[in-house]
């Protein structure tokens, strides 16, 4: 059975850092893209960004919104997706979900964690 | 504001039909897949719908997808109390290096 367990959220202040990380297993993570999506409260879903298996380069593609303050990791030994967030802003707050972006993008999704930005 | 544009409501009466548009342009509807996402209540979304008409394993025949030219819809038909929940729809946008682009949104609410 497919897990994606998100973990890391909590309250930051403005132009602080968080690390969110996702605890995968189930399927052959280190095969597998992944993304990071967001929703901020009571909104629709934002893509922030993926990283691409080590076998297709290991690259990464950002949003805007985020580009240049949050960067995706992976640690394939270890199974887990992380999502380093530097400079937060306010409308950063949301809660977070790692999906798979195989065999169908979002065909597996985590629970989700939640990070509020505030002062 | 969303790239990808859907109505923000729609509402039909149980056993009945649903339909939600999704609006997109050439560099992403017109040229990419069409994903759709289910998401109740306080839960994480769950994809429902890829590569325009297919059915993920579990996701019974009553939900459908089409597209055509630079738009999508998604049907549900023999509507349901449980159906009701937010639903996305998702295409990866050619354009500004490549990211995912969603749809706003449209909340089925069973009558």
């Known amino acids: 059975e497919v897990q994606l367990v998100e973990s890391g959220g909590g309250l930051v202040e403005p132009g602080g850092s968080l690390r969110l990380s996702c605890a995968a297993s189930?399927?052959?993570?280190?095969?597998?893209?992944m993304n990071w999506v967001r929703q901020a409260p009571g909104k629709g879903l934002e893509w922030v960004g993926r990283?691409?298996?080590?076998?297709?380069?290991?690259?990464?593609d950002y949003n805007a919104p985020v580009k240049g303050r949050f960067t995706i990791s992976r640690d394939d030994s270890k199974d887990t997706l992380y999502l380093q967030m530097n400079s937060l802003k306010t409308e950063d707050t949301a809660v977070y979900y790692c999906?798979?972006?195989?065999?169908?993008?979002?065909?597996?999704w985590g629970q989700g964690t939640l990070v509020t930005v505030s002062s | 504001q969303s790239v990808l544009t859907q109505p923000p409501s729609a509402s039909e009466t149980p056993g009945q039909r649903v339909t939600i548009s999704c609006s997109g342009t050439?560099?992403?509807?017109?040229?990419?897949?069409v994903y759709w996402y289910q998401q109740l209540s306080g839960t994480a979304p769950k994809l429902v719908i890829f590569?325009?008409?297919q059915r993920p394993s579990g996701v019974p025949d009553r939900f459908s997808g089409s597209k055509s030219g630079t738009s999508a819809s998604l049907a549900i038909s023999g509507l349901r109390s449980e159906d009701e929940a937010d639903y996305y729809c998702?295409?990866?946008?050619?354009?500004?290096?490549?990211?995912?682009?969603f749809g706003g949104g449209t909340k089925v609410t069973v009558l």
């Open positions: 990283m691409k298996s080590r076998i297709n380069g290991g690259t990464t």
């Open positions: 999906t798979t972006d195989a065999p169908s993008p979002g065909a597996y």
């Open positions: 189930g399927f052959t993570f280190s095969h597998t893209w």
């Open positions: 590569k325009n008409n």
């Open positions: 998702a295409a990866w946008d050619d354009s500004l290096s490549g990211r995912w682009v």
């Open positions: 050439s560099s992403n509807i017109g040229s990419n897949h």
